[in-house]
């Protein structure tokens, strides 16, 4: 056999290990996603069915509240009512002091088992975080930024965009100087952002309040317009409290139509059809 042919060989059995080892990747990933809508369809009945509990448990606390404040007052006329001291009402102490007591230890049982609702919302919570998390991965391996028309994309909140300080820099600069300097300024504003020791919120609480009278912001807009400033107060907001504390811009699945933060069901289902569209093409 020649070189040649040999060489031809080896090339195909690696095409045909590559296409093998895509496919295996390929079917993995849509199981990834099928578990994933389960997984997701079972946290969102438990979140319901807790809430139910928890309301119900809310009504059962105040009615069980109401009921020991009547019976402690009860007892306590009983005991403060002068000539009171015969058997029949000693032993309507004694039932009253129980009913009490029951209703006490049904009190304590209900807000331990509220506070264990909670610690399951808790986890709920964590669990649905971490399913974003698996949709936000999937739309970023699957394209999911590079079209403006989809629905459903991912947003890095608290980036600024260039082109909110374009229109100034075309006022004082030739096109293309104008676009080189709107993105010097705007990675001027982003480091702005980041800095810590800046909080342009109203009493330097950790807030959504800004704090138009904030000299940096005031500036800005002065310089730069009202497009710029809305874009810097846009992104401080998202940023503030949503990142540990780093102002670091974060990507969020985004509906891009309705300009919200999309709910976890339509970034499950868009990555459903982005796997099946793929797997046509395929």
Request: glycine share 4%.
């Amino acid at each position: 056999m020649s070189f040649k042919l040999c060489f031809i060989l080896v090339q195909n059995a690696t095409k045909s290990n590559h296409l093998m080892l895509a496919e295996m990747e390929y079917q993995k990933a849509n199981e990834n996603v099928r578990k994933l809508l389960e997984q997701q369809q079972k946290e969102k009945e438990t979140a319901l069915n807790n809430a139910k509990k928890l309301e119900e448990q809310f009504h059962v606390k105040h009615n069980l509240q109401l009921e020991i404040k009547h019976l402690t007052g009860k007892l306590q006329v009983i005991k403060l009512t002068p000539g009171n001291e015969t058997s029949e009402t000693g032993k309507r102490i004694a039932e009253l002091t129980e009913e009490l007591q029951d209703k006490i230890d049904e009190m304590e049982y209900t807000e331990n088992y509220n506070q264990g609702l909670i610690l399951q919302e808790k986890k709920a919570a964590v669990e649905l975080q971490e399913a974003r998390k698996f949709v936000l991965d999937a739309l970023q391996d699957l394209g999911g930024q590079t079209s403006d028309k989809a629905q459903i994309g991912i947003r890095m909140m608290g980036e600024l965009d260039p082109k909110a300080f374009l229109n100034v820099c075309r006022k004082y600069f030739p096109k293309d100087d104008a676009e080189v300097e709107s993105v010097k300024i705007c990675s001027k504003w982003q480091n702005e952002i980041k800095n810590p020791e800046w909080r342009p919120f109203k009493s330097g609480k950790e807030s959504e309040v800004i704090n138009e009278d904030d000299m940096k912001l005031k500036e800005l807009k002065e310089v730069y317009g009202e497009e710029a400033y809305a874009a810097v107060v846009t992104a401080l907001i998202e940023l503030n409290g949503s990142s540990g504390g780093s102002r670091v811009p974060f990507p969020e699945l985004w509906n891009q139509r309705e300009g919200r933060k999309a709910k976890s069901k339509e970034a499950v289902q868009h990555a459903i059809k982005l796997f099946k569209a793929s797997k046509r093409r395929r």
